[in-house]
Antibody
């Protein structure tokens, strides 16, 4: 049974970088069957997929077109975790951020982190 | 605006059958399987249905899914008070660079 444990600050100032980490237990970030995703949820936007990282003999990243210039999702194989960095945040980036595993479907979610962008 | 369209609310009395719809397009529901999730307030989404109509182990038979063309449905029969929650659909979308897309969610009220 995979478990995803998120960590990171709940408050970020405008123009700064949002950084979150998702620690994986019960699976490997290097699994060739899985992808590791970030998804956010807000009242104004609903659920929005942000991007993913996955290993298939080499590492791949894949980002939502709307996020492509600001987002980095990266694995940390030494700690079996992956992270999200979102640059130049604005109040519009205020949301609950989830990490999630996909194995053909989104089958596991982290607990969610409310990130507020405010000065 | 969400890519997949759901009614914002639905309701029913205990024991009734309720159907929640999810409308998409040829690049998502029309081409890929649909998942349904239940989300209680402040909680992580729980997978109810995958691959259009498959229930993971532990999900009651009261929950069922179906799909036709570019639309999908979640049916909940024998409605119970603990079914009061938000429900949303999800599917992979092949347009642009590819992405997961979601419905806006349906708030189910058990009267």
């Amino acid at each position: 049974q995979v478990q995803l444990q998120q960590s990171g600050p709940g408050l970020v100032k405008p123009s700064q970088t949002l950084s979150l980490t998702c620690a994986i237990s019960g699976d490997s970030v290097s699994s060739k069957d899985a992808a590791w995703n970030w998804i956010r949820q807000s009242p104004s936007r609903g659920l929005e997929w942000l991007g993913r990282t996955y290993y298939r003999s080499k590492w791949y990243n894949h980002y939502a077109v709307s996020m492509k210039s600001r987002i980095t999702v990266s694995p940390d194989t030494s700690k079996n975790q992956f992270s999200l960095q979102l640059d130049s945040v604005t109040p519009d980036d205020t949301a609950i951020y989830f990490c999630a595993r996909t194995r053909g479907i989104i089958d596991s979610w982290g607990q969610g982190t409310l990130v507020t962008v405010s000065s | 605006q969400s890519v997949l369209t759901q009614p914002p609310s639905a309701s029913g009395t205990p024991g009734q059958r309720v159907i929640i719809t999810c409308s998409g397009s040829s690049s998502n529901i029309g081409r890929n399987t649909v998942q349904w999730y239940q989300q209680l307030p402040g909680a992580t989404p729980k997978l109810l249905i995958h691959s259009d109509n498959q229930r993971p182990s532990g999900v009651p038979e009261r929950f069922s899914g179906s799909k036709s063309g570019t639309s999908a449905s979640l049916a909940i029969s024998g409605l119970q008070s603990e079914d009061e929650a938000d429900y949303f659909c999800a599917a992979w979308d092949d347009s642009l660079n590819g992405s997961w897309v979601f419905g806006g969610g349906t708030k189910l009220t058990v009267l």
